[in-house]
Structure formats: C-alpha cells, structure tokens
C-alpha cells in the first residue's frame, strides 16, 4: 500500500507565503507524476500544479507566477511554494501521485488533504 501525507496548511494574510510538502510512502517503485489539486467550497477539485519525473512542471493560470512545485526524488517528497498568497486561493489542498508499485502496478494515490486559508 502507499500512502500520501500532506502538511504545511494553515491562516496566512492576503500577500503572505506557505510551503506544502507531500511524503509518499508505501511499496514504491517509482513515481511518474505528482501534482496538487484544490478544492473550494461549493467548487470543483481542480489542478493546481504537476510535475513529472524528468522535472516538466505545468501550472494553472490563476497560480502561475505565485506558486512552485517540486520534488526530491531519493524520498519521494514533493512541495509546493506558495507567495502572494489571495483569498481566492483559500481551499482545501491535496497531493496526487501515479505509484508503480513493485510489482509493476501502476495506481493513483490521494492525500488527505491539507486546509489553506487566505484571510486578513
């Protein structure tokens, strides 16, 4: 089994910074894309950001610019920065990671999720 674990939410202020980070763990052979979504209430999960294992990384227009992905590769960690924080981004957070396990089977893995508020 595999499973994800976020941390890093929180309150921040309009204009402030958090960092997300997403440890998977579990009978991991490697990993070909992770990514983090978001959902606000009432909305829709979307995309916030991907990243695959040669390092391509792909952002949503309304983060781009603010918000960094990345991954450590030796641990299976993947973060997320994120500056200039709005109240529009306020939304519960969640890793997502395409696992081949060791038996070559590859699945898709969610995280708990991790609360971000923008609030002043």
């Known amino acids: 089994q595999v499973q994800l674990v976020e941390s890093g939410g929180g309150l921040v202020q309009p204009g402030g910074s958090l960092r997300l980070s997403c440890a998977a763990t579990?009978?991991?052979?490697?990993?070909?894309?992770m990514g983090w979504y978001r959902q606000a209430p009432g909305k829709q999960r979307e995309v916030v950001a991907t990243?695959?294992?040669?390092?391509?990384?792909n952002y949503a227009d309304s983060v781009k610019g603010r918000f960094t992905i990345s991954r450590e590769l030796a641990n299976n960690t993947m973060y997320l920065q994120m500056n200039s924080l709005k109240p529009e981004d306020t939304a519960v957070y969640y890793c997502n990671a395409h696992v081949v396990s060791r038996s070559y089977l590859t699945n898709v893995y969610w995280g708990q999720g991790t609360q971000v508020t923008v609030s002043s």
């Open positions: 990243i695959i294992t040669g390092g391509t990384t």
């Open positions: 579990g009978s991991i052979l490697s990993i070909n894309v």
